[in-house]
């Protein structure tokens, strides 16, 4: 009799996938780091504070567009509410009321116009950045991993439509162009007459120094101006102004925040005039 083992005939039972839980960073082929991440600092606080910020400005803003009410103190109209296109807008003297469309079922006139810079700074590459990491966590932080088990990017709906900004920009020059309308009859006085300056001036001045700085510090702007050219030394008046804006982009976080903050405080600050808690200070 033969001796010897004999092949066992007994199958070995399926290899089991990865875990649910092993999707993401976590599946097979990344690096076997059990640790949810490596850094050591308060990663949390940039997007915690982003977070904040932005939904302080989501807040008030949403409380202004629907209050439809002390938004113009002769000569200041908020920024909120230009250009003022519905017919139940207060009068602006001229110059500032414009009256293009109907009542809207009462609807506040600032619902008419917010959609367009709202729209602008929604699809901006910084603010993408900014409310993805403050709200969606995606990621949270550089080297921190995000929570979410697939990543599409914006390769689909709602994100895709992301790629609509170029278009935002084109919509928000006309609003800058006309705020800057209104800042410039900021230097009349509640009768129309030139040669007036008063705290709002100022006010309306650096805020639509901002608008325009945020503005044209625009990636899509960028791109207008030197993109698709082979040579630079064939338009130098492009390539000066490609200079120029590049300047402005490289600081397009900072315009971003200070020009959002500056809205708010020009609006808020329409505000007290028009509802009467101070009279705006005259310089000249």
């Given at each position: 009799m ?48 982003t977070?904040?910020g932005?939904?302080a ?49 009462g ?86 007459a ?64 200070s ?26």
């Amino acid at each position: 009799m033969a001796t010897g083992t004999t092949p066992s005939t007994a199958t070995s039972p399926p290899q089991a996938g990865p875990p649910k839980a092993a999707r993401g960073v976590r599946t097979p082929g990344r690096a076997a780091i059990t640790a949810a991440h490596l850094r050591t600092d308060r990663w949390w606080v940039p997007p915690l504070v982003t977070a904040l910020g932005l939904a302080a400005f989501v807040a008030y803003s949403t409380w202004r567009a629907f209050a439809n009410s002390h938004y113009y103190a002769a000569p200041y109209v908020s920024p909120f509410y230009s250009p003022c296109l519905a017919s139940n807008c207060a009068d602006m003297n001229g110059g500032a009321d414009w009256h293009l469309f109907g009542s809207w079922w009462g609807l506040s006139p600032a619902l008419l116009v917010l959609v367009f810079p709202l729209g602008f700074r929604l699809t901006c590459y910084y603010y993408r950045k900014a409310y993805y990491r403050g709200f969606w966590a995606s990621p949270p932080a550089c080297a921190v991993a995000e929570p979410h088990a697939k990543y599409t990017g914006e390769t689909r709906l709602p994100l895709i439509l992301q790629n609509v900004h170029r278009y935002f920009f084109y919509l928000a020059l006309p609003v800058a162009g006309i705020l800057t309308f209104d800042t410039v009859l900021a230097f009349r006085d509640p009768h129309g007459a030139w040669g007036h300056a008063g705290l709002g001036t100022l006010v309306l001045v650096v805020n639509i120094a901002l608008i325009w700085a945020y503005t044209l510090s625009c990636h899509s702007c960028r791109h207008i101006i030197g993109g698709k050219l082979r040579h630079f030394s064939a338009h130098p008046v492009r390539y000066r102004l490609w200079g120029w804006v590049g300047v402005l982009n490289s600081r397009h976080m900072l315009l971003a925040w200070s020009s959002l903050i500056s809205v708010a405080v020009a609006d808020f600050y329409v505000y007290l005039v028009a509802s009467g808690v101070f009279d705006d200070p005259r310089f000249f």
